[in-house]
């Protein structure tokens, strides 16, 4: 149904969810990151290159940051405003200190260094080299809209991908099937450098996420709550994957290789070459990784009158699966002007999968007596290959943070799958089916991106944003009597396109008054969907769907004081659209008779409306954010689980609009260096839930049916790194998630313990690191289902226990002046990655 929200209307819905949060402007917002510029240069005006710039912030010493200065004794980084110590220090030069007060974007202009001639002679090429050394980084950091998580010093995913990466990731949890949620919400929004990327394949799933290896991710961005900035969809919130870029002159790169058991292996590399105004780079590698895979479920059918169990129907599952990816993106970064750059990649990735999956179907008379025994055997194999090219242009038209940021992504995904499925009766060849999917997607993302600064404290920025999808589904199902005769089933072939167009502007102004600051914005979308479906037994059928959302966004934050604490509060409203596949009206694989999945393409968009009060406290040694949300969802979309038909032994999933859902809880997160060799970082979410609603499939009912249902869960993860000497740590990891109960199902408790260690050899060029995965052999999940006339209790475990040992080696980190005489080294701040511009 076409659903189109009127301005006026939208005014109305939210003016007293805007008056609570306006009306809070006694609270602040966190403080902005300005770009700061400058030159280093001798008495003699001459340029000084390689300079260490250090910026110590007085008031708090997680704000400063450090920069190298180029060839032309240029540096350019971002700091939050305050009042910094500048020291600069550079080979055959004194060591310089001055102070600045930060209010602002500017250029700082030149500062002179007076030379040491005492030691050198004043002549750099007599200096054997210069290393710069690091300071290691926290994991875990809350900045204004977002939070951000380093995996450099996370041990435990060494040699992994970016799924064992998430496991550790604080707000975030994934589930023993690979599922991703943030706050018990599964509806995730995955970017890749600030946009949608084919690196992660047409569905974001496991597949997509084993693709990227653990060493290419230089941070994770947690954004809880968006603001208007970013594209409105995801309701849990957004994952930004920022892959790593070249920060030093000169030729850089690592190597990382692994191997582990069941087994798997992997090789990927990090190279860049930096000369003068250009920057090339090239990132890929592959890996082999097999798995295996356990699922048990037991039905219970009874008499909805009476209760009495009428039958039991059992399904033991294992499935065996080995895959192969291969990746690789190059590219290159070009400064055209002072104030002009241009950049270009190509990025290229493959993944092949085969499983073989055997059921043993049991079913039992209500005394549980074995009636009949069946066996089905699945083979399958997947494979995707994916393309996807972007081109940017970002102009400065002054050094205050005036700046326009365009680009232009296009993606094609190619993925096909094959699954050959036979069912045996007491051995004896029953019938059979084999399924041929075929997908094609294509995407066009186009972004502009613009940024004012007002002042010295204000900023206006705006944006517009096209994003055009087309999915291309073709399905062939086939069925085969006991003669091996095989014969299409129309009714579940056929082929449905998918089209999907969004046109989205944004508005934005941030500004502060002393301690108060505030970030108010509003986005509009335009979705025009069109779903053209055609089975080969000529059902046909055309969707279109056109609506128009608003999506406003407050962020009010208060500085308390000199102790650093901030208070934070925040709106937003954000959009739930419907997966593409959610909206196939019919099974798309009948390779598990009894459990099938089926689209419904009357599905609607959910809406969110999302709050969040939180309170930041960051000093050198801890970092302490407990925020409270809250969410209030219209139209929620909720997996259900029906009999095909009364009597049917066969059970349906479909997703359908079931009403509205209310969320709330707790997410704390701690960071904390408690001894010199002992540190921690914890997280742990509490939260509650409510839905409200009723479901109504005409194919199956004839009455609408009710969803209602209410509970508490609890996600809670330990983090423990000892430091054992200056070559090795080791980390101990417990996570526990909470039972969670729904209208349709109740899940157990689950517990998991893992363990890493990782030493540097070969003088810190090399590391080398050891790590298992679910020691105890518990990563499972437990579940109960039930609906009318049935309940089915289900065990599933995406994998068993895996070790994992990888060895990483780095080459020469940045340029140094041959000469040999002498090495010094320069210690500097690294407050974290490089800054990606502006969210895509």
Known sequence: MTNKIEISSIIKKRTLALTFVLGAASFAFAQQKVNISGTIVDKQNNAVPYASVTFSNKANKLYSDAALSDEKGQYKLDLVPGNYDIIIEAIDYKKSTLNKQISGAANLGNFTVESEGSLTDGKTQDIQGVTITAQAVKPYRVELDKKVYDPSTDILSKGGNLQDVLSNVPSVDVDTDGTVSMRGNSNVKFLINGKPS???????GPGGLQSIPADQIERIEVITNPSSKFEASGTAGILNIILKKTKGMGFNGSVTGSLGYLPSTSLNTNLSWKKGSWTWFLNGGGGYRKGEGKSDSDTRFFDTTTLATTRYFEQNSNNKSESNNYNATAGFAVDLTEKTSFNLSGMVRSFSNTSNNTVDNFNYNASRILNSYSQTTALGNSSNLSLQGDIGLDHKFNDKGHNIYLSLSLQKSDNESVEDSKEYDQSVFQYGSLGDNHTINKSLIGKIDYELP???ISKFEAGYRIDNNV??????NRETDANLNYGIVNAYSGNTVYDETINAGYVQFKSKFNKLGYQLGLRAENSQ???EYESLSGNTSNKKKDYTGFFPSVFLSYDLGSNNNQLLLNYSRRINRPRSWFLIPYPTSLANRQNLFRGNEDLNPSYIDSFEL???IQKKKFTINPTLYYRKTKDDVK???????????????SPYNVGNETSYGLDLNVTADLLPWYKI???????????EGSYFDPNRMQTPLSFDGSGFSTRIRLTNSFKIDKTLNMQLQGFYRGGQKTASSESKDMYVLNFGANKTIWNNNGTIAFNIQDILGTRGRNTTSFGPGYERDSYMRWSPRSFNVSLTYRFKQGEKVDAPKRKKDINANDAGGDDQGPPM
């Open 614 to 616: 939180g309170y930041a």
């Open 471 to 476: 999915n291309d589904y073709d399905f062939l």
């Open 681 to 691: 970082m914890a997280s742990a979410d509490l939260f509650g839930y409510k839905s």
């Open 639 to 653: 997996f259900v689980l029906l009999s095909q038909s009364i009597g049917s032994d066969v059970l349906v999933t």
């Open 198 to 204: 084919a690196l992660l394949g047409i569905d974001s």
């Open 529 to 531: 969907i069109n779903i």
């Open 454 to 456: 007002i002042g010295e």
